[in-house]
């Protein structure tokens, strides 16, 4: 069997190295083709000496020349390319068979869509690209007979309890609804005084996923929760109201799905992402992944309990945003990548990102786009939106 060519979009994230981790551990199944990256060159360039790629990207010319040569002097052959235009030749050349799509945000939406049009097997880390795009994109899936698997672990576990055959809805096929499972992040029980002084730190500080800086926040708002309903009703052809979220701090039943005849499937495990990228990647094979067995007794007890919509109003924004459809969520997650971005630069207080959200939801009206050139212009006049909100808070933070 001949090794499947792999490209590795945000090679350098928590994604990403969890992906290479898989990847390394069945060289004889899997070999890189292609690793970007934004900003940690030095760690692509270790990466590139390691896995020795095809092809790697970086942003901007001035760094690729540099890493050009660097990768020349220690012998490693990989070519390397800039920009948005590099990132959509790696996830559409013709010698790659799978992309994983792990960049963080908007930004990742046009080099997946690259390797959508290409047809290929696309294991999807960046929600906000469904999000932003999901008609398009799954239309985009089935035109081009690309294979679409799903990453986040929400996902990744509906999918393995749902039928093969969901793509016309859920009723068909007797599901009654989705059981989406959240964490609740790291301030699940705090007042909303406590979490008017939160830092930066305090909410990348996730209690059971090590995770990017951006999704981090989005868990500790429950925005990444909003985000994934919206991800779910693309992946899965549901409606909002067929998507009911749960919390369940231990985070080892990643998702459920609820049949009509009253069973519940779930899957479980240990919440380490390796879990998903191996079953995606090797789907529908089952492959090891490195990660340890799920020890039940050590476990002990599992809780659930319902969302509060109050204190987390981000999650509460995206059922809206949801529930309206259209462009909604293009502006929702613009506005929430605005806010995320201030909000780690101590230019926004914890409780004021669903504030800045709301406003733009609210300046936002809501239509149709046929094509991607469409998203990015909702996506830019919802940015600029957030922008003008921002500017006009003489905010200070006092961190
Ligand atoms: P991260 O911040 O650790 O890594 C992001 C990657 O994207 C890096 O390699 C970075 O170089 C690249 N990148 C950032 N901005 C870019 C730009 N403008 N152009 C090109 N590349 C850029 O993020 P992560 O935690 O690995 O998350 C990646 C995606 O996967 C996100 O969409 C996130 O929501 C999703 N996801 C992550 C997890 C997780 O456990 N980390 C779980 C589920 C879904
Ligand atoms: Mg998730």
Request: glycine residues 6%; negative net charge.
């Amino acid at each position: 069997m001949q090794p499947q060519q792999v490209t590795v979009l945000g090679a350098t994230g928590s994604i990403g190295s969890s992906t290479l981790d898989v990847i390394s551990q069945h060289p004889q199944r899997y070999q890189v083709f292609a690793l970007t990256a934004h900003s940690r060159i030095s760690e692509l360039q270790a990466l590139c000496v390691r896995f020795q790629p095809r092809f790697a990207v970086v942003a901007e010319a001035a760094k690729a020349q540099r890493l050009q040569a660097d990768l020349q002097v220690a012998g490693v052959a990989t070519r390397v390319l800039v920009g948005p235009q590099g990132l959509c030749e790696v996830a559409a050349h013709p010698d790659v068979d799978t992309v994983m799509a792990a960049i963080v945000g908007a930004a990742g939406l046009e080099s997946v869509m690259a390797a959508v049009t290409a047809g290929k097997k696309i294991l999807l880390a960046n929600k906000e690209a469904l999000v932003m795009s999901g008609a398009l994109f799954m239309s985009a899936v089935r035109e081009h007979k690309a294979q679409l698997l799903p990453i986040d672990s929400e996902h990744n576990a509906i999918f393995q309890c749902l039928p093969c055959n969901y793509a016309e809805g859920l009723e068909p096929v007797g599901v009654r609804r989705i059981l989406l499972t959240a964490s609740g992040g790291p301030f699940r029980n705090s007042s909303y005084q406590t979490l008017e002084q939160v830092t930066p730190e305090q909410a990348c500080a996730h209690p059971n996923w090590s995770m990017g800086q951006k999704i981090s926040v989005d868990s500790a708002t429950m925005m990444n929760k909003g985000l994934e309903l919206i991800e779910a009703c693309w992946l899965f052809a549901a409606r909002p109201d067929q998507v009911e979220v749960v919390v369940h701090p231990q985070s080892v039943i990643h998702s459920l799905v609820d049949y009509v005849d009253g069973s519940v499937l779930a899957q479980l495990g240990n919440p380490d992402m390796r879990t998903p990228i191996a079953h995606a990647m090797a789907w529908p094979e089952r492959i090891d992944s490195g990660v340890a067995p799920l020890d039940l007794c050590a476990l002990a007890r599992m809780d659930f309990v319902a969302p509060d919509l109050e204190r987390f109003a981000c999650l509460r924004l995206a059922i809206e945003a949801a529930k309206l459809g259209g462009t909604a969520p293009i502006a929702l997650n613009a506005a929430n990548e605005v806010a995320v971005a201030a909000f780690l630069q101590n230019r926004l207080r914890f409780t004021q990102i669903p504030q800045l959200i709301e406003k733009v939801l609210s300046l936002s009206r809501v239509s149709t786009v046929n094509d991607l050139a469409g998203v990015f212009e909702i996506d830019r006049e919802a940015r600029q939106q957030a922008q003008a909100w921002l500017n006009k808070q003489s905010i200070s933070v006092g961190v």
